[in-house]
């Protein structure tokens, strides 16, 4: 089955101690991107990749960093994370950047206390 | 700056109705314009995507239009269901400096009375 794993799906943590959050896909799609969706805020872009060693920033960048070792695999790192990242992250991947269709994984609540 | 605007935010109406959800932007230079569904704790499903050189895009019950001269795109539900109930995004891309940008707006929320 096609699809777009996020893990953990929920996650709750403290100020300042490093977490990631991965995401894997499993369609040999090149392009992947995280967004946090924010009451009121809607959906912003983190990052992006268009391929495989190849990231940039999106939107709202800050306090965030990616990885694109690999195809598949797309982590968000938080390195010190902080109360106000706290929110609905989602990854996405598409065949060849955001003009095709683009599948959403299923979502990871943070909570920074 | 581009800006996608989604009215209403929130909409009820009666199992049976046809129905029609608004998507404005402010900037008509768009790659393409994609409509998702969101449900509850879950992510987003794409439901259509309309090229930019295209005007509407039919599937099933939904057609999406789009005109880009007026800045606007409707997705219309025919036959609305309570399984229709849910949040309804919609997303413009732009390519700035080779790189595509997408913008969302920020959803109408549709419910569907049994």
């Known amino acids: 089955e096609a699809q777009v794993t996020q893990n953990p799906r929920y996650l709750i943590t403290v100020t300042g101690k490093k977490l990631t959050v991965t995401c894997s896909q499993n369609?040999?799609?090149?392009?992947m991107s995280w967004y946090r969706q924010d009451p009121g805020l809607g959906l912003r872009q983190i990052y992006y990749s268009m391929n495989v060693e190849v990231t940039d920033k999106g939107d709202v960048p800050e306090g965030y960093k990616v990885s694109r070792k690999e195809k598949r695999n797309f982590p968000l790192i938080l390195e010190s994370p902080s109360p106000n990242q706290t929110s609905l992250y989602f990854c996405?991947?598409?065949?060849?950047?955001?003009?095709?269709?683009?599948?959403f994984g299923q979502g990871t609540r943070l909570t920074v206390v | 700056k581009q800006e996608v605007t989604q009215i209403p935010a929130a909409l009820s109406v009666p199992e049976g109705e046809n129905l029609v959800l608004n998507c404005s932007f402010t900037?008509?230079?768009?790659?393409?314009l994609q409509w998702f569904r969101q449900d509850p704790g879950k992510g987003l499903t794409s439901l259509l995507l309309?090229?930019?050189?295209?005007r509407e895009q039919t599937s099933g019950r939904l057609n999406a239009s789009l005109d880009k001269s007026s800045g606007r795109s409707t997705l219309y539900i025919a036959a609305s269901q309570p399984g229709d109930s849910a949040t309804y995004l919609c997303a413009v891309i732009r390519v700035v400096n080779r790189d595509d940008k997408i913008i969302f707006g920020k959803g109408t929320r549709l419910h569907i009375l049994p």
């Open positions: 309309i090229q930019s050189s295209q």
């Open positions: 369609m040999n799609h090149e392009y």
């Open positions: 900037d008509s230079a768009i790659y393409n």
């Open positions: 996405a991947s598409a065949l060849q950047s955001m003009h095709t269709e683009a599948f």
